[in-house]
């Protein structure tokens, strides 16, 4: 004997944003990620890293700007 399938599929725990928030599993926020940063010697120094688009190499002068950027951006940790 096959069995039946419903004719629709109840989905009363996506219905609404509440429940979608108390059912989900994760939840990835600014406090969760990490800057990756690598130090160049020299100053005002910017190098762009080709296997990581939108990563640089910096000189410590411009890392200050770069953490002060992750400050207002919610991001905790530069490594």
């Known amino acids: 004997m ?4 419903p004719d ?3 989905r009363r725990m996506r ?3 509440f429940s979608r928030r108390m059912m989900r599993e994760s939840r990835l926020t600014p406090d969760d990620l990490i800057y990756p940063v690598f130090i160049l010697e020299g100053t005002n120094v910017r190098q762009a890293v080709p ?3 939108g990563v640089e190499r910096v000189s410590i002068d411009v890392l200050l700007g770069v953490a002060e950027q ?3 951006l ?6």
């Open 2 to 5: 096959i069995a039946s399938f």
């Open 8 to 10: 629709h599929r109840p």
């Open 15 to 17: 219905r609404d944003d």
């Open 51 to 53: 296997s990581m688009p």
């Open 70 to 72: 992750c400050v207002q």
């Open 74 to 79: 919610g991001i905790p940790v530069l490594a």
